[in-house]
């Protein structure tokens, strides 16, 4: 059979029979996506082989995806997370990659590992397989003419699976430890995220403070601090109710419609009045409502206070819907592609905004692969790029994992460049992000199954293994109860940065089928930059202080 159809069709069997294993679920906890692995291990030790060429592809490639579609969509959350806790977030992964080190050297000392053997210890304990790269870059500068450098991928090859069960089992037992309510942990992290915004509601007021006559709306002191927008007007004794915009001159004796959270209205209404029986919403009006949905690139980035909606089209926008999440509709809001806009006005002035905003339902769903390849290409090249850092006599590179994560982070926040607009409908992001990670995981099982049991079932292979699980579940464990009991992250971010600390896409599969909250990918996205580069200078240096 020809080599490349029998590498595809292994690849889509492992996938098939692990995702099958993952998806049984003992106490509500199953493998998930990692179970592509484990299937993929034995099918490499039971002969299944893979054409070189094409398992290097799959296996980047898939890891380039699911890396990307994910600081794709989690961007301006991870940016948010930063700002609250980045610092703390990534002293704990920091403390990782040190305890690490030190166990390794450890382990040395005590059991005598060789130094080879060391540096693939701790780059598979770990699973990230860039920093085996650099461990074998240093060796080669300062090992002996001849040395077998063999054992260094030995190590890896036998340390790496029990690294990811490592990690997997450290989540489970802090879950169990903690008692752990991953509904309520769920909530607790969407309302430290983009959650944390009150509910937009709805006040009618009569404005009976004379200093407000002849003037607009929108010169009244507060109204930008205080979120609240106004969308309606009944003039004195009318009945009719109007559309009002910031433009909108008030006068005493009017009621107005204003919409803001509970906190802003109630600073607004002291200063132009007090609370009206009259409801706006059922008098006969000529104001009408629309949700409006933002799919025009030309609009992506802009302020409302830009676009002067209330000046050009006599509309308002009292709210914005983003990712689910209400939020006033201030002059400072910036657009961005997909928001769902509240827009109230008369029915040709709402078709005019409707159009300028693009409101295309068809675009908002389709998938623009132009800007996601584009976005893969600069990842790539940013990977590629050589990092000098003083003391190390080897440039870092972010790779194809750490590369195209920051691109995605970037392009998720510019939200476009000329026409080239960085969306992703959810559902095509989720199946992008799942294709690769099982293609990541199914070729890396395939290739590592050829020596894995050859090695592990040795009694040095089995004390390596020991000694690798001890390298993988001790830092986790200590950060773990730092990081819950002394500052109190949320669990599923913790693993998050759990599997971040570790740079192990597998692990963050597992954490992800504990919750559908995005809290675990977002915490792991935080932490991979800085720990990274830290792993792979890590294992340079263990290299050159095991042979100095």
């Not at 080599?3 to 292994?10: D, E, G, Q, R």
């Not at 040395?108 to 080879?116: K, R, V």
């Not at 540096?119 to 920093?131: I, K």
């Not at 990918?521 to 830290?534: D, K, N, Q, S, W």
Request: glycine share 12%; proline share 4%.
């Amino acid at each position: 059979m020809n080599p490349v159809t029998f590498s595809i069709l292994a690849i889509v069997g492992v996938a098939v029979g692990g995702l099958v294993i993952g998806g049984i679920r003992i106490r509500k906890i199953g493998l998930g996506s990692a179970g592509v692995m484990f299937v993929g291990i034995l099918a490499g030790h039971w002969g299944a082989t893979l054409d070189h060429d094409v398992a290097e592809f799959a296996k980047e490639f898939g890891l380039v995806l699911f890396v990307f579609t994910i600081g794709l969509q989690l961007g301006p959350g991870i940016v948010q997370l930063w700002k609250d806790q980045g610092l703390v977030l990534n002293g704990l992964a920091v403390g990782v990659v040190v305890m690490g080190v030190l166990l390794v050297l450890m382990f040395h000392s005590i059991i005598d590992l060789p130094a080879l053997a060391a540096g693939g210890l701790f780059s598979g304990a770990t699973t990230n397989t860039p920093s085996l790269g650099a461990a074998q870059q240093a060796a080669a500068t300062v090992a002996e003419e001849g040395t077998d450098f063999g054992m260094l991928a030995s190590a890896y090859a036998v340390a790496y699976p029990g690294g990811i069960l490592g990690i997997i089992a450290t989540m489970l037992i802090m879950k169990s430890m903690f008692k752990i309510d991953i509904d309520a942990e769920a909530k607790s992290a969407a309302s430290q995220s983009g959650g944390q915004f009150e509910p937009i509601v709805r006040r009618c007021i009569e404005v009976d403070n004379e200093h407000l006559s002849e003037r607009k709306f929108g010169d009244i002191p507060g109204v930008e601090e205080t979120g609240v927008r106004v969308s309606r007007i009944k003039r004195g004794d009318s009945l009719t109710v109007d559309p009002a915009t910031d433009q909108t001159v008030l006068h005493a004796g009017d009621v107005i419609l204003v919409v803001g959270t509970e906190a802003g209205l109630d600073r607004f209404e002291p200063l132009i009045g007090k609370p009206s029986d009259f409801d706006l919403m059922e008098y006969s009006s000529n104001a009408c409502h629309r949700r409006i949905v933002v799919t025009d690139p030309q609009v992506i980035n802009k302020t409302l206070r830009d676009l002067s909606l209330d000046l050009i089209y006599n509309a308002t926008i009292t709210r914005i819907i983003r990712s689910g999440v209400e939020m006033p509709g201030r002059g400072s809001s910036r657009l961005q592609y997909g928001d769902v806009l509240h827009v109230v006005s008369d029915e040709e002035s709402l078709d005019r905004v409707a159009k300028l905003l693009g409101n295309s339902l068809k675009a908002i769903n389709e998938t623009q692969f132009a800007p996601v390849f584009l976005g893969v290409f600069v990842g790539v090249v940013v990977g590629m790029i050589p990092i000098s850092i003083p003391g190390v006599p080897f440039p870092v590179k972010l790779g194809l994992a750490g590369g195209p994560l920051i691109a995605a982070i970037v392009f998720s926040l510019l939200g476009k460049v000329g026409k080239f607009v960085w969306h992703i409908p959810f559902s095509a992001n989720l199946a992008l992000r799942e294709l690769g990670i099982i293609m990541f995981l199914a070729s890396a099982g395939l290739s590592a199954g050829k020596t894995f049991f050859s090695v592990a079932l040795t009694s040095q292979g089995l004390l390596w293994m020991l000694a690798g699980l001890v390298i993988t579940m001790v830092p986790l464990l200590i950060v773990g109860l730092v990081g819950r009991l002394v500052f109190k992250v949320n669990f599923l971010t913790l693993c998050g940065v759990i599997a971040g600390s570790m740079t192990d896409p597998p692990a963050l599969a597992f954490a992800n089928t504990l919750s559908d909250s995005s809290a675990c990918a977002t915490g792991y996205a935080a932490v991979y930059p800085l720990t990274m580069v830290m792993r792979i200078v890590a294992a340079q240096t263990i290299i050159y202080i095991l042979f100095a």
